[in-house]
């Protein structure tokens, strides 16, 4: 019997999104493997507010399967919004780490940080799955006196057998 805590992780959207995709073209990636790790009660699921109005601005079939079948069945816990996620936020946005007109993606780190999430899964290989993101964001959280995060793709979060 494994006796090892559920890992805590913060699913931002593209993850949902990409998801979504795998299953309307019936491919099994390693976000799909994701999703059967998180049956399998190796990961704790939390999303924020944001994710919800993210996915809410998808159109069509996609955002049916994100919102319906995915939010449904996997059931993440929803993360309340606080002021101090926009403060910590808008730290990030000071020093540049993400640009301004992204600030969203801002907001994903922070929720993740202030709510000591393990990880924050993500296939924004733009501004949040970025080498310069992981580093100065971890340095900004140290200084603010938040723990690190680790941030990763799911293919740096699968276990693979």
Do not use: C, Q
Request: charged share 35%; no cysteine.
């Amino acid at each position: 019997m494994n006796n090892r805590r559920a890992l805590r992780v913060y699913l931002e959207t593209t993850v949902w999104n990409f998801f979504a995709i795998e299953k309307e073209e019936k491919t099994a990636g390693p976000v799909t493997k994701l999703y059967r790790e998180i049956d399998s009660k190796r990961y704790k699921v939390y999303i924020s507010p944001l994710v919800i109005v993210e996915i809410e601005r998808t159109k069509g079939k996609k955002r049916y399967n994100m919102l319906k079948n995915l939010i449904k069945e996997y059931k993440p816990e929803l993360l309340e919004d606080v002021a101090e996620v926009s403060r910590l936020a808008d730290k990030y946005l000071s020093a540049k780490i993400i640009p301004e007109k992204y600030r969203a993606d801002a907001l994903h780190i922070s929720f993740a940080t202030f709510y000591e999430m393990d990880v924050l899964v993500s296939y924004n290989l733009r501004h949040i799955v970025k080498l310069k993101t992981r580093r100065l964001a971890n340095y900004i959280n140290l200084l603010e006196g938040y723990k690190t995060l680790e941030i990763g793709t799911p293919e740096e979060v699968i276990e693979y057998e």
